[in-house]
């Protein structure tokens, strides 16, 4: 089995900073991109950025220059740094990685089960 599990979500004040963190756990190989989307309440699920398992990291527009994702390989770790923020952030964000399963050699997609974000005053 593998998991994803984010933690440091809560409430955020605009121009405020946040950090996520996701941990994947269980039988791993090895884990390629690793991801973050969000989904804002009555909105769908939005691709948020992505960092290669070499470190090559891209954004969404709308958080470019504000939001840096990074990761520590060593740990299965990703991280979101959330700089700037605004009440528009405000969202359950989620992980997402493309791993490899130790035992079949198997890629698959995992999610979290997200954590929530409120950006207010």
């Known amino acids: 089995q593998v998991q994803l599990v984010e933690s440091g979500g809560g409430l955020g004040q605009p121009g405020g900073s946040l950090r996520l963190s996701c941990a994947a756990s269980?039988?791993?190989?090895?884990?390629?991109?690793m991801g973050w989307y969000r989904q804002a309440p009555g909105k769908q699920r939005e691709w948020v950025g992505v960092?290669?398992?070499?470190?090559?990291?891209n954004y969404a527009d709308s958080v470019k220059g504000r939001f840096t994702i990074s990761r520590d390989n060593a740990k299965n770790t990703v991280y979101l740094q959330m700089n700037s923020l605004k009440p528009e952030d405000t969202a359950v964000y989620y992980c997402?990685?493309?791993?490899?399963?130790?035992?079949?050699?198997?890629?698959?997609?995992?999610w979290g089960k997200g954590t929530l974000v409120t950006v207010a005053s």
């Open positions: 269980g039988s791993i190989f090895s884990i390629n991109a």
């Open positions: 997402n990685a493309d791993i490899k399963r130790r035992q079949s050699g198997n890629v698959g997609n995992y």
């Open positions: 960092i290669t398992s070499g470190g090559t990291t």
